[in-house]
């Protein structure tokens, strides 16, 4: 009976593979291959599951089966965003903008004009013939091949994605926003490519709302070459009845700097990995997030940064506030390869447990093969100081006043870690408005 | 015999393990391998009671549908059980009625480690079940012990005159569908010492058990079972050497703890198995499943280990914190050099209110060893006010040791506050230059460093044990350094 029960959302992927083959971008070329071999791996490894060590937290396989994703259709026309504060979060900000409806690409929504020069903005589809984004596509970015099976159903199924390439030497001028939209229930599943050539320099800023039942898959390639530099602000508000699995792998070249933060809010369930590894000396990795749930969400936080070559450095800070029946997971691992030496590799989160039935699981793992390194890690879980409450009321401000004080100020100095200066403040603004919705 | 050939002569040479020297003395052995006669057979060697003998099997049926666990950061070939031998004794003619009739060879082998086992050598306080491959050979101090109601003798003696207290404790703690090798232990535990401290008692004296595999091809499958009664304290040592061997000997041991209310349970490890040889060859595969249970309120456990032996380490001294108000504590220094694997470390479960919880783990590596840390904090949902503190570190020495931490924390209660912290480093350069530039040996410098970097756990040991280990850390390290 679990067997069949187990392999329903599997299958259900597998079916939708074997409907789209042919229209599926690059179905008379190299990819239509790809995919083949990418979707028969996930057929016999299906969908991952708790007694997968990476997944111990998260059981990505019966949330797929309870839910029963169907494809999201392709949606044309009008597109009526909510009316939330997340939905128009980085409207305000000069950008160039890229609106991915259900998934999909919508040219007619999105305005990116007047790049500079030695700035490639695409859709997925357009670059498959570009030997760029055949490398980016075959390349293999984690050797522990942790990510690969749901690497594999993206491969399999991804139907369309953002695929930006910044030339040598070249700095975008403004940031590039991708705000995708779930207007209608179901899975999409999307690649996004990202190649900064030596000395590059860009932001992208990316945000996921909606108020459908849907399953955003999403996958998303960065190669940063020499020197390169990438900031990266995400912003996750979808609905309850979603589920959001985004996987950023990254290869970071010699001197270059990725630094990439993630706000999560939405989502019944969600999981957020990052596989971040360094290919060139002296490079530097920052992977930080903040998260606030509520009810029964559901999210889970997973980091691997793999110091391959010495002399690099990399800090992690996650820290969430669960409120209500909600729970919370951190899955984190640095690995210091055999003469990474010099290595800095720090790691914490930091968990507030803000009502009796939230729960919270943390798992900040060190493996360490070289010796003259510097490695640390920190893991705390608690409720709100009552030492610190008592004092703001002493002085005379009252309890919710004083609680919201607190949690605002836990979550700043992680959001503080956030690159983009206007972004930053926009996080703050969403993270101060989810408080005034909680009813802590 | 094939045991002398590699027996005192080479010590000399090999000084690091000093205990490698093997015992020639004539032993009584179950036949090769494992199946339900060997079972019967251990059983009948020790005249069990029919209950006992089914509760082996049970647990012998169970553990051929089990598998062994993989998790850990370890490799080894594949262990052939069908390969070893499941019980050996030394041979004695006739039952003894004191100590003068104790085989002399015996007594020389225990000597040589350094324990002494005759009352009139002994220094104040010290109690010892010696255990010799799978039989306790002679236990101290029973006359005064037992003025004082402490029954501290061998399993099988506690069976024969405690069937009740052994028929309700015996796998209460960790049963014996556990896991694969405490489920192994269950069904061919040989020896190990039983110790029940009665109500409101003080243990007048530390007590000790030391065991010492010397049967070449056998493994050690001692089950230890403490039971602190309402208001009592014990404080309890243990030691292990191994011969120097080539081949791979198997020690899969279990541990129970009780404690009821207000009493306190110290129970103190210095693990020095041979670890194998410079090539890796040999060595004890030492997989041991040890669990306290504060089973009363304001009950306290407080696990402290010395490895730094065994080619192989699979151990997690746990604690279940189950009466309100119960302490947990776990101290460790992990040393690994040459091809040591360690994967240690504890879990501390918080099921009752104001449970506290403190690990401290020191893990040093050295040579191509690998040392990993493995602990898992949990606090359930009832559990109000627990806190616990974790501290692990981890250092290097040289560059081709590596070090791991693997810590899990799950929290399903607010009132919880838990922190964890972890550091890896190496010895620093200006520290070694400091020692080495008054005069200090680069070895001894690197010894007295890491006895700096260990000396939370170290203080923690009794003070006799404390000196030892303070050695052993020196003597681990010979050989890292240059």
């Not at chain 1, 998303?220 to 020499?226: A, F, I, P, Q, S």
């Not at chain 1, 993630?262 to 060139?280: E, K, W, Y």
């Not at chain 2, 030394?90 to 324990?115: C, F, N, W």
């Not at chain 2, 005069?439 to 970097?453: K, S, T, W």
Request: charged content about 25%; glycine content about 8%.
């Amino acid at each position: 009976m679990n067997e069949v029960m187990t392999e329903k959302a599997a299958q259900n992927f597998i079916d939708a593979y074997e409907s789209a083959r042919t229209v599926l971008p690059g179905a008379d070329g190299w990819l239509a291959r790809r995919r083949a071999a990418a979707i028969e791996a996930f057929a016999g490894a299906g969908l991952p599951h708790r007694r997968l060590e990476e997944w111990k937290y998260t059981d990505l396989r019966q949330t797929l089966d309870k839910a029963g994703f169907a494809p999201a259709p392709e949606h044309k026309g009008a597109v009526v965003l909510p009316e939330t504060a997340s939905a128009s979060a980085f409207s305000a900000l000069d950008r160039h903008v890229l609106v991915f409806v259900n998934g999909r690409y919508r040219a007619d929504l999105s305005k990116a004009a007047r790049l500079p020069k030695g700035v490639e903005l695409r859709g997925l589809a357009d670059v498959l013939t570009e030997q760029w984004a055949k490398d980016l596509l075959e390349r293999r970015f984690d050797e522990a091949r942790q990510a690969e099976q749901v690497v594999d159903l993206n491969t399999a199924l991804m139907s369309d994605g953002m695929c930006l390439r910044i030339r040598k030497g070249v700095k975008l001028d403004k940031p590039v926003h991708l705000l995708f939209f779930a207007a209608d229930d179901g899975a999409s599943h999307t690649r996004n490519l990202v190649l900064l050539e030596e000395g590059a320099e860009g932001t992208i800023l990316e945000s996921h709302v909606g108020e459908a039942a849907s399953f955003a898959d999403i996958v998303t390639d960065v190669v940063l070459g020499n020197g390169a530099r990438l900031d990266h602000v995400k912003l996750q508000d979808e609905s309850a009845n979603a589920v959001h699995l985004a996987t950023l792998r990254g290869e970071v070249g010699a001197e270059a700097r990725l630094s990439s933060f993630t706000l999560t809010l939405g989502c019944g369930v969600s999981r957020g990995q990052s596989f971040i590894r360094f290919a060139g000396e002296g490079a530097e990795a920052q992977v930080n997030g903040a998260y606030a749930l509520r009810a029964t969400q559901h999210a889970d936080q997973f980091c691997v940064v793999d110091h391959a070559v010495p002399r690099c450095a990399s800090n992690t800070v996650f820290k969430g506030v669960l409120d209500g029946q909600s729970e919370g997971v951190f899955q984190g691992k640095v690995i210091v390869r055999p003469d990474a030496q010099k290595t800095d590799g720090r790691q914490m989160t930091q968990a507030l447990l803000l009502s009796r039935d939230a729960a919270m699981n943390a798992k900040p793992e060190l493996e360490i093969y070289a010796d003259d390194v510097q490695c640390a890690h920190g893991s705390t879980v608690g409720e709100l100081s009552k030492d610190a409450l008592f004092y703001l009321r002493s002085r005379g401000i009252p309890e919710a006043e004083a609680r919201r004080l607190l949690v605002l100020a836990f979550l700043d100095d992680v959001i503080a870690l956030a690159p983009h200066e206007e972004a930053r403040e926009i996080l703050r603004g969403l993270v101060s408005g989810w408080f005034e919705e909680a009813s802590i | 015999m094939a045991a002398v050939r590699e027996t005192v002569e080479t010590v000399g040479e090999v000084e690091k393990y000093k205990y490698g020297f093997s015992t020639d003395i004539e032993s009584e052995k179950a036949p090769l391998g494992l199946t339900e006669d060997t079972v019967r057979f251990i059983s009948a060697k020790k005249n069990e009671p029919a209950w006992l003998l089914e509760w082996r099997l049970a647990a012998f049926r169970r553990w051929l549908t089990m598998t062994e666990p993989t998790w850990a950061k370890v490799t080894y070939p594949p262990i052939d059980f069908q390969d070893a031998y499941y019980y050996s004794a030394p041979k004695q003619q006739a039952k003894l009625d004191s100590l003068d009739q104790v085989d002399p060879k015996l007594l020389e082998t225990y000597e040589k480690l350094g324990i002494p086992l005759t009352e009139q050598k002994m220094l104040a306080g010290v109690a010892v079940d010696a255990v010799f491959d799978s039989v306790s050979v002679v236990t101290t101090f029973k006359e005064k012990l037992a003025e004082a109601g402490v029954i501290f003798c061998p399993m099988s003696e506690a069976v024969a005159k405690h069937p009740e207290l052994v028929k309700k404790y015996l796998g209460s703690v960790v049963p014996t569908s556990d896991n694969f090798y405490a489920t192994l232990n269950s069904a061919v535990f040989s020896e190990g010492s039983f110790v029940y401290i009665p109500e409101g008692v003080r243990c007048p004296m530390e007590l000790s058990t030391y065991f010492r595999i010397n049967e070449k091809q056998t493994g050690q499958f001692e089950r230890t079972l403490i039971i602190a009664e309402k208001g009592s304290c014990v404080s309890y040592l243990e030691g292990c050497t191994a011969p120097q061997r080539d081949e791979n000997q198997l020690h899969a041991a279990v541990v129970e703890l009780v404690a009821l209310d207000d009493a306190e349970i110290k129970y103190s490890t210095v693990q020095n198995w041979f670890p194998g040889d410079e090539e890796g060859k040999g060595g004890v595969y030492n997989f041991v499943t040890k669990r306290g249970d504060c089973r009363g309120a304001n009950s306290k456990i407080s696990w402290t280990q010395v490895e730094t032996g065994s080619a192989i380490t699979w151990k997690y001294p746990s604690c279940i914190l189950r009466g309100d108000n119960s302490r947990g504590e776990f101290y460790s220094i992990a040393i690994s050099n040459g091809h040591q694997q360690v994967d240690s470390g504890t879990k501390m479960i918080h099921l009752g209110r104001n449970t506290t919880s403190r690990i401290i783990s020191k893990g040093i590596s050295a040579g191509k060893s690998s040392n990993t840390y493995r602990g898992l904090v949990s606090v359930h949902r009832k559990a109000e006010n627990v806190r616990n503190f974790t501290q692990c570190d981890s250092l290097l020495i040289g560059s081709k040791c590596s070090a791991h931490t693997v810590p899990y924390v799950e929290t399903k209660n607010p009132t919880a506050v838990l922190e964890h912290e972890a550091t890896t480093s190496k010895i620093s350069d200006d520290q070694l230059f400091y020692c080495m530039q008054r005069g200090i040996g680069e070895e001894e410098a690197v010894a007295l460093i890491v006895n700096g970097f260990c000396r939370d756990v170290l203080q923690q040991l009794p003070m006799e044990f404390a000196v030892e280990a303070q050695k052993l850390v020196g003597i681990s390290l010979e050989g890292s350094v240059g």
